[in-house]
């Protein structure tokens, strides 16, 4: 006799806890790079180029982008798991790579790898998650899970810059990467249960939802349904900025005169903030209007944006990046519940990998645009344009989006 399946985090707490620690390890991975790379470029390998130091973030970008958008169909046709422990086989070269990297090419090859593994072990841990609650708590699984992420990533971010400030950038800070690739693919290929019986279970449930044939689903992601496009153009300006963040502001940190410790905070707190909030916003984004939620973040971090050039102390620095980290968290899971909200359950995995497709694009985007205009204009104005386009976003997100979400 087949056990009737039960949606929700009560009745799948023990599956969902593993699958937060997974994507603990998955942040973990990105964490160890976002604040040394750009100086590791500058200090090993005498990178003096923006645009070619943040080439590292338009290959992380692009391969990422497109390994979300293939992981939406590959799930549905060999399974979660399967495709889970995939991504987890092709992280675990990469710390070996960064350690004995003779030329920036490896480096940039790393972060490829990097980019579909974690294209593949983010996208799937979140369509598992939103498989095991069911409709009622997906803005809260959300939450719970980009927490888990992001707060990795900030923890691990800080801890890179103390271990390169004191004992220099390899191999201590990629051993890391070794010890936390090992453990998710050995949680994942043991403990991890797949999660497809719950798509099944949840098809036959849905009748309000029309399925449409799978090459309309990108057009519709992308351009057509008013409330996904914008989501997704929004997903897409996020993750510029982010890339930005990633790249330009260490740089612009180090040209400050601070400390790698003192970088090493600031960079830490935006995604640490990103991370802890999105526990209280996932959830808000289940019980409050899901358009003046994204609305409101893409809006506050152009603000905070606008703002950083023109600061230049510890203190200034520090608080804008935590209040960038909570803009970011009011959109980031409101971003895939709203998603998961419109899209037919079957059609879930596939308008996930397409928004996330884009989303990652924006890294690559991000990096391209602050890259050059630093280079020509200089750092300072880099971030400004980021800023411009990130209001910009929010705007559309007010006209675009549908005013019943």
Do not use: C
């Not at 599956?15 to 937060?20: C, N, P």
């Not at 409709?135 to 899970?145: P, Q, S, T, V, W």
């Not at 973040?297 to 620095?317: A, H, R, T």
Request: proline letters at 3%; hydrophobic letters at 50%.
């Amino acid at each position: 006799m087949t056990t009737p399946i039960k949606f929700g985090l009560k009745a799948n707490w023990k599956q969902f806890t593993l699958l937060v620690i997974v994507n603990a390890f998955v942040g973990g991975m990105v964490g160890l790079e976002r604040s040394i790379l750009p100086n590791f470029a500058h200090e090993i390998f005498g990178i003096q180029s923006k645009t070619a130091i943040l080439s590292f973030i338009i290959a992380f970008g692009i391969s990422k982008a497109f390994t979300n958008y293939f992981t939406g169909k590959l799930v549905n046709q060999y399974g979660r798991k399967s495709i889970l422990l995939i991504g987890w086989l092709i992280a675990i070269p990469i710390p070996f790579l960064l350690i004995y990297a003779p030329t920036w090419n490896w480096v940039t090859f790393a972060n490829v790898l990097l980019g579909i593994s974690q294209g593949i072990t983010w996208s799937t841990t979140i369509l598992m998650k939103i498989d095991l609650v069911g409709e009622k708590d997906r803005g809260f699984a959300m939450g719970l899970n980009e927490f888990a992420g992001y707060l990795a990533v900030g923890l691990a971010s800080f801890l890179s810059s103390y271990l390169a400030g004191k004992y220099g950038f390899t191999p201590y800070i990629f051993y890391l990467g070794v010890l936390m690739s090992v453990s998710g693919f050995m949680i994942s290929f043991w403990a991890v249960n797949d999660t497809q019986e719950f798509v099944n279970a949840e098809s036959r449930l849905v009748v309000s939802k029309s399925s449409n044939n799978s090459h309309h689903i990108f057009l519709e992601t992308t351009f057509k349904n008013k409330t996904l496009s914008a989501v997704t153009q929004a997903g897409l300006v996020n993750n510029l900025n982010d890339g930005m963040m990633w790249g330009i502001l260490p740089v612009f940190l180090f040209s400050l005169k601070f400390s790698a410790y003192d970088v090493g905070l600031i960079t830490a707190i935006y995604p640490m903030v990103w991370g802890i909030s999105q526990v209280f916003t996932g959830k808000l984004a289940d019980i409050y209007h899901k358009k003046r939620i994204l609305f409101l973040g893409m809006f506050l971090q152009g603000l905070v944006i606008l703002v950083m050039p023109f600061m230049d102390d510890f203190i200034s620095l520090f608080s804008l990046a935590a209040l960038l980290g909570l803009g970011t968290a009011l959109v980031y899971p409101t971003f895939i519940a709203t998603i998961a909200q419109v899209s037919h359950p079957k059609e879930r995995a596939e308008s996930i990998g397409i928004f996330r497709l884009w989303r990652d694009l924006g890294y690559a985007f991000g990096a391209i645009v602050s890259g050059i205009v630093a280079d020509f204009l200089g750092i300072n104005y880099a971030i400004i344009i980021v800023g411009i386009l990130t209001v910009l976003s929010a705007v559309i997100i007010g006209v675009r989006m549908k005013s019943n979400f």
